[in-house]
């Protein structure tokens, strides 16, 4: 898949308020600072598209893009370590926990996750929400410029250790760095091949 145009929709702070669900549609999300916006960004090939920061918790809305006029792309709150009082924490969680639920043009979110560190318990909750509620996800894992060869397979190894306590088979996963333009074919691929499985 080629990006000819990656445009910016609308910000929304409930399900209901999002674009009619009338494309086939990825969500992103992760712990905060996960290199969530610079991945969208690389992805796209705009680098201003989704809003990046130093700040954890910059996201506080579900933001939808529309790519190729074919399919929408959701940047999602992160979850995790925001500076913010905890009843706005609360309201997020609720926000993201509708949208994914309810949202049923969705086909697949992707689940962002640090690669340089061990597996997060907040992650492997998350993880986990979504596979008891039967939602299609994969992993991508982040940052891996910021690692050996042998670091990134020893960290990847780790993880897929833990979440096979709990998992009979491990989730489709990618791993990806912003700065290395190509790894988002991978991620291209998978969703021009998911987009076929649409349908109104």
Same mark, same amino acid.
């Given at each position: 898949m080629i990006i000819? $145009?990656? @445009?910016? @929709?609308? $910000? $929304?702070?409930?399900?209901?308020?999002?674009?009619?669900?009338d494309l086939p549609e990825y969500a992103f999300i992760g712990r905060s600072?996960? *290199?969530k916006s610079s991945l969208i960004n690389m992805i796209t090939n705009n680098k201003g598209l989704a809003k990046t920061s130093s700040t954890p918790g910059k996201t506080q @809305?579900?933001?939808?893009?529309?790519i190729n006029n074919e399919w929408y792309l959701?940047?999602?709150? *992160?979850y995790g370590f925001a500076k913010t009082a905890k009843t706005n924490r609360d309201k997020?969680?609720?926000?993201?926990?509708?949208y994914l639920l309810k949202r049923p043009n969705l086909l697949s979110t992707f689940v962002l996750i640090d690669s340089r560190i061990e597996p997060q318990q907040m992650d492997i909750d998350f993880i986990e929400w979504l596979g008891l509620q039967k939602l299609p996800f994969v992993l991508v894992?982040?940052?891996?410029?910021?690692l050996s060869r042998g670091e @990134?397979?020893?960290?990847l190894d780790v993880y897929k250790k833990r979440l096979l306590q709990n998992w009979e088979t491990l989730p489709i996963t990618f791993t990806v760095s912003a700065k290395q333009t190509e790894d988002k074919t991978e991620l291209l691929q998978f969703i021009e091949e998911t987009n076929k499985l649409f349908k109104i």
């Open positions: 000819h $145009s990656a @445009l910016y @929709l609308i $910000s $929304s702070p409930e399900v209901f308020a999002c674009p009619k669900p600072n996960v *290199g @809305l579900i933001n939808h893009f529309i959701a940047d999602l709150p *992160g997020w969680e609720k926000m993201i926990k509708d894992f982040t940052k891996k410029d910021k @990134l397979t020893h960290n």
